[in-house]
Every structure is written in C-alpha cells, then in structure tokens.
C-alpha cells in the first residue's frame, strides 16, 4: 500500500505532466479515502485521517490539545473531527503520535481549476510570504504564478490596507470613553472563531471586519465574477475560514506554502530565475499585518492620520499562540489589561508562524519588518491605491468603510 504522501506526490506529478487519468488508470495499490481527499478535497474536512488511531481511549493526545472541543472518539472509539467546530488550528497534527493525521491539500483540483479556462484565475498571495520562497522579489514571485498558470497575483496587503483603514475608522467611532475597548485581529481566523466559539460575550467589542483575505476574494469577484480565487498563506486555518458558510463566496479554494513549494518542484520552476514583475501597491501598515503586533501598530498610525487630536489615544496590547490569547482573554473579561485595543494571533509570532510556513517564525517577522519598510506609503490613507481601489468598488469615501461596505463587513 502506497503512503499518503507517496500517492500526493505521484498524483500531483501526474496532474502536472497532464497523464492524470494514465495514472489512474495503473494504479493497484492506493487507499480510496486518500485519493478521495486528494481529488476532491472540498468534500472533506480540512483535517484528513491518513490511518486509524492508535491510541487507546483517554490517551489521544489530539483530543485533549484542540481548543475547540472538535475532536472526539466514536463508539467504536475512532477519533471523529466534528467540522462546524474544526478551526484549522493544526495543534491535532502536530500532536498525533502515529502522524496519521494531515492538512487538506487542494492543489491537484487548483491545477484543474486553473486549466478549465472557465475564467481568469488569481493568485492573493498572503503579506507572510516574503522570504518563504528563497529570497525571491514580490515581482518574481508573480512571474513564477504566472508560469503555473495563473492569469496574476495580487498581494493581500493592499486589502490589509483597507481593513487597517476600517478599523481605524471604527475604533474612532467606538472608542468614546476610557471604559470602551476594541478586539481585533480580522486576519487571525483562530482567534476570531476563539471568540465566536468560546467567549462569545465580547463579540460587541469586535469590529464588523473580513480578513484581508475574504476581502480579496470578494474585490476580485465584484469586478470579475467568474474569476477563480486561490488564497496562498502559511495557514491551515484559513482552508477552515474559506468554508465557512457567510464568507464562502470569496475565496475558491486556499493553497500553503508548502503546496506552492511542491508545484515549483514538480514543475521546475525556481522563482529566482523568473522575470521581474513589480508592482508596488500596499503601505507599510498593510504589509506588517503578518507578524504579532503589525496589526495594532498598522491600526494606531492609521488612527493618528486620521484624527491626530484624538481625546483617547490608541494603547495596544498583543498575544501569540492559543495558550496566550486564552491569558490575555480571561484578562480582559477580568478587567486586568489597561488597554483599549486588543489583538490576537493564534500562532506565535503572527501569521510567519503559522503551521505551513516555510520558515522559522523569527526570520518570516524579520522579512516582514524589512518589507513594511521599503513602502513608498506608511499607511493606507497615504496610499492612492487604496483610494483608487475603494472608487472601483463603489465607495466615494473612506468613511464608506464604515457605513456601507458590503464588501468588508462581516456579522458576527
């Protein structure tokens, strides 16, 4: 019997080589579900079983790490996912002695997508990709898509851009009093569904935002509706986001970092070596969202811009991973952290740590800083393309973010 990860390797080559069904047609040793979650992966959870669990009742280890109570023994004592809970934290993998578990890998129906022709397909890539890719320039990076098949790239921090712009707006709004406080990170899904899911009572405090990412997906489809839409990030979590039932509309399918690595290896495609493609369109605050603390720090530069006589100044506080944004929580229900403006990440060091990123967090943040800086604009009120952007897609004015931005809102 092949591994999983033989089958996905074979099967993607094969996809590539476009002899998919001569493969298929000669294999004699694979197991159904596998292949299944490999050709259709929507149809199943983002969390595949790649064995049966070996653990005897009371010793799984991914029961007892998942936050979010998603994961429990059937009668016959098999470990269940139950996906209206399922976040995609990727704690359950990363704790499975039997490595019988794995993300869902979406890359052999992208490739099929792509190549339908049914429509123009595009490429968001995630503000964390900086430097996952050998080094290579935003610029080459588009080219290497463009090889794979895609008709562009577009980088999602010009959409963080206009959430920072919400956020500010919102928290100008909101904030009136010492008393008042605002939750946020909209990028983070595992922290917001921490929220949803666990501590439902502070959902006032959390501004009617979309991640960048849903925001992308739907700015693309409001200006091409048949256009296909494939979100590339370091997160498994946003495979989770992407299904969830009042966002579903945006994003077509999600793809790691990994599974954009292993389409350049299969393909040969070294992004080094790639034709220069520059185009230079989020701020410094958009491009900073992906490391613990950008979000805040977009957000309050943003707020000075906008109202620098502010009675109450922005004073911003941060966690990382699970563990930590339960603490800073449980604080702020408590009344402990003297802050006015929250924010969360679910993986430590912000979204450069997250579980498929290629490199170690402490690099992804350091390439991140060092993008947000090389910005022609700090923030996105200073950045025309943001203003550019916002007419094309029917709003007259930033204020429009605010007051009637179908686009951008989301109700929790």
Partial sequence: MK????????????????????????????????????????????????????????EALCVKVCPFHARHPDMSGEIQIDESLCSGCAYCIQECRANHLTGSRDVIEVLRSIRSGKGPSYALIAPAFLGQFSGVTPGRLRSAFKRIGFDGMIEVALFADILTLKEALEFDANIITERDYQLTSCCCPVWINMIRKIYNELIPHVPPAVSPMIASGRAVKYMHPDALTVFIGPCLAKKAEAREKDVKDAIDYVLTFQEVSDIFGIMDIDPLRMEESEKDHSSRAGRIYASTGGVSEAVSMTLDRINPDRRIKIRTKQADGIPACRELINDIISGRVPANFYEGMGCVGGCVGGPRAVLPHEEGCLNVEEYGADATYSTPIDNPYVIELLHRLGLDTVEGLRDNSSIFTRSL
């Avoid at 390797?9 to 000669?26: D, I, R, S």
């Avoid at 197991?31 to 595949?48: E, F, G, I, S």
């Fill in 3 to 58: 591994t999983f990860d033989e089958l996905y390797h074979e099967l993607l080559a094969a996809t590539v080589k476009n002899t998919e069904e001569e493969y298929m047609e000669n294999l004699d040793s694979y197991d159904a579900h596998q292949l299944d979650c490999l050709l259709h992966p929507r149809k199943h959870p983002v969390v595949w079983h790649t064995g049966s669990c070996s653990c005897r009742d009371g």
